[in-house]
């Protein structure tokens, strides 16, 4: 089941915040964040383990509740350069290493 | 260090002919994969595979055949191509962690 990413899109003026969700139905092992530009392949940000362990860039954050299936990805003082279209990706138990995308959320930052 | 390359970076085939992809990876990865990306659709595994010799489908594998010829080689084959199979297809490559994505091969298929 494909997760589900709210909003679908957001425009932005630089230095505002902005939090990308990502929901799922099903228990998840992981949540990978990507972030495409258009025309270019996505860009691995970060990744979130099952029990808590974080890996990523240090200006984007994010968050994992593996209770309610979610993470959150949160962009702080936000520069144009994070425009594009973030994609989260996640992982179930079982099928670990294969990851199922939502569909996409696209982030426009205006001067 | 090249990352992940894919051959060719565009085609234009004729429904019911056939093609294969081509991706490397020089980061010595174990885990290789091949998506398709189709508008408002985000990014579909149709294949992957977790080591050298095996391979497993993925969400969409219908009509496309892989080969993980050796660690760093990885291809996708459509054997009769159809206007549906129309694409953006991305090659990527993980080891523990994100996965690194191939700058893609824009597919029409007319």
């Known amino acids: 089941q494909q997760p589900v990413q709210s909003p679908q899109a957001v425009i932005l003026r630089e230095g505002e915040d902005a939090v990308i969700n990502c929901s799922s139905s099903?228990?998840?092992?992981?949540v990978h964040w990507y972030r495409q530009k258009h025309g270019e392949a996505p860009v691995f940000l970060m990744i979130?383990?099952?029990?808590?362990e974080q890996k990523g860039h240090e200006k984007i954050s994010a968050s994992f509740n593996e209770k309610k299936q979610q993470s959150s990805l949160y962009l702080t003082a936000s520069q144009l350069s994070y425009s594009g279209t973030y994609f989260c990706?996640?992982?179930?138990?079982?099928?670990?290493?294969?990851?199922?995308f939502g569909q996409g959320t696209t982030l426009q930052v205006k001067p | 260090n090249a990352g992940v390359t894919q051959t060719p970076k565009f085609q234009v085939l004729k429904t019911g002919q056939s093609m294969t992809l081509q991706c490397a990876q020089d980061?010595?990865?174990?885990?290789m994969y091949w998506y398709r990306q189709d508008p408002g659709m985000g990014l579909r595994l149709i294949y992957y595979?977790?080591?050298?010799?095996?391979?497993d489908k993925g969400e969409v594998p219908n009509g496309y055949n892989v080969s993980r010829l050796n660690k760093r080689e990885f291809s996708l084959r459509l054997e009769s191509a159809a206007p549906s199979q129309t694409s953006v297809y991305f090659c990527?490559?993980?080891?523990?962690?994100?996965?690194?994505f191939g700058p893609g091969t824009r597919l029409t298929v007319t």
């Open positions: 980061m010595n990865h174990n885990s």
């Open positions: 990527a490559s993980s080891e523990i962690g994100g996965e690194y």
């Open positions: 990706g996640t992982e179930t138990p079982g099928n670990t290493g294969k990851l199922i």
């Open positions: 099903k228990a998840l092992y992981s």
């Open positions: 595979s977790a080591s050298e010799g095996t391979t």
């Open positions: 979130l383990l099952k029990g808590g």
